[in-house]
């Protein structure tokens, strides 16, 4: 198409070959691109410094530091990492599958057993953040989770009965695309990307955040405090997400959105929520509490009855 014919070069960056464009952000595209040396594909994220003051290139500096030092199969790693005069270039390994929060737009929801093999894998990342790193994300929401795809062949082995259970019937295998609702395959392998880059920025004039606030914990937009708990607030919201194909916090207006959030006020709507199982709707309310003392631990949410429960039939250990 259009995109692979006008793929920018830059200096410095003449080990890849840009093969198409994957995402678009304010101060960044991410392609993906070949890498001459391996053969292998990658995304690279291109930075634009000219666009950016000293604060925000510093903390992009510390952001490549943080990722230098992750090792783990639900985050995307850093491959390599290239400095030139107008760019930073983030090397990262590559999802194939994109964005989980297009598999929800195309789903429209996904079945309780694919949302449990997506979370638990989005958990077992936040676990290792929070219990080996010390470190909070920040910006855990569907944009942020990207994914690989099981192989073709595989997908497309003997197909599993349809489920009775939760939203099991409702969804449709796609034959182009590599998801399915249906049972054990699942969506591959789930992946935690964007340190840092995009995490919440407080606009100093208005105090209030320049990112999306639906997947905010309310103690951020009331005082900017935060700690690892605000990463259990976001899971909340996007397994909620998962589960119904919206989130639970929602308003066109700002200012009625930082309101719902404030009070924590959201719902199990019918008929969306008719369907989904009490112990989903019970680790969703452990994780969006008001308060972040009550909220969950990454070890509490991952030990919850509804993560465990099928884990070995959805191809992880609990
Ligand atoms: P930002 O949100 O700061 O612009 P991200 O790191 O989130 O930057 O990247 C923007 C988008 O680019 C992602 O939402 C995703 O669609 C795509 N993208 C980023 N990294 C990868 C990757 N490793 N593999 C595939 N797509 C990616
Ligand atoms: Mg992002």
């Known amino acids: 198409g259009p995109q692979q014919l006008h793929m920018p070069t830059y200096a410095g960056l003449e080990r890849y070959k840009l093969l198409s464009m994957l995402g678009d952000g304010a101060f960044s595209t991410v392609f993906k691109a070949l890498?001459?040396?391996?053969?292998?594909?990658?995304?690279?994220?291109?930075?634009?410094?000219?666009?950016?003051?000293?604060?925000?290139?510093?903390?992009?500096?510390?952001?490549?530091?943080?990722?230098?030092?992750?090792?783990?199969?639900?985050?995307?790693?850093?491959?390599?990492?290239?400095?030139?005069?107008?760019?930073y270039f983030l090397v990262l390994e590559l999802c194939e599958g994109g964005e989980l929060f297009h598999q929800i737009v195309h789903l429209t929801y996904?079945?309780?057993?694919?949302?449990r093999h997506c979370i638990w894998q989005v958990a077992e990342g936040i676990r290792y953040l929070h219990e080996e790193k010390g470190v909070v994300h920040r910006d855990i929401k569907p944009e942020n989770i990207l994914f690989e795809p099981i192989p073709f062949m595989e997908h497309h082995g003997p197909k599993p009965p349809l489920q009775q259970e939760g939203h099991g019937d409702k969804a449709k295998v796609d034959e182009g695309g590599f998801i399915s609702n249906h049972g054990g395959g699942g969506?591959?392998?789930?992946?935690?990307?964007?340190?840092?880059?995009?995490?919440?920025?407080?606009?100093?004039?208005?105090?209030?955040?320049?990112?999306t606030l639906d997947y905010l914990a309310p103690e951020v937009i009331k005082d900017g405090r935060y700690s690892i708990s605000i990463d259990i607030w976001a899971l909340g919201c996007v397994l909620y997400t998962l589960l119904c194909g919206f989130p639970p916090f929602y308003d066109d207006s700002v200012d009625i959105l930082t309101e719902k959030i404030i009070q924590g006020s959201y719902s199990f709507m019918a008929p969306w929520w008719d369907a989904v199982s009490d112990d989903a709707k019970d680790l969703v309310s452990h994780a969006l509490c008001l308060d972040p003392n009550d909220r969950y631990s990454i070890h509490e949410f991952m030990q919850h009855p509804w993560m465990l429960n099928q884990a070995t039939n959805s191809g992880h250990e609990p």
Not at 46 to 66: D, P, T, W, Y
Not at 110 to 115: M, N, P
Not at 191 to 206: C, E, P
Request: with cysteine; glycine share 4%.
């Open 35 to 87: 890498d001459h040396n391996t053969n292998e594909t990658v995304a690279i994220k291109v930075v634009r410094k000219l666009e950016m003051n000293s604060g925000q290139r510093s903390s992009i500096l510390k952001e490549v530091q943080l990722m230098r030092s992750f090792q783990h199969a639900s985050i995307v790693s850093l491959l390599d990492f290239i400095e030139t005069q107008h760019f």
């Open 187 to 211: 969506i591959g392998k789930v992946k935690i990307a964007d340190f840092g880059l995009s995490k919440v920025l407080w606009d100093r004039q208005t105090r209030t955040p320049c990112g």
């Open 110 to 115: 996904f079945s309780e057993d694919l949302a």
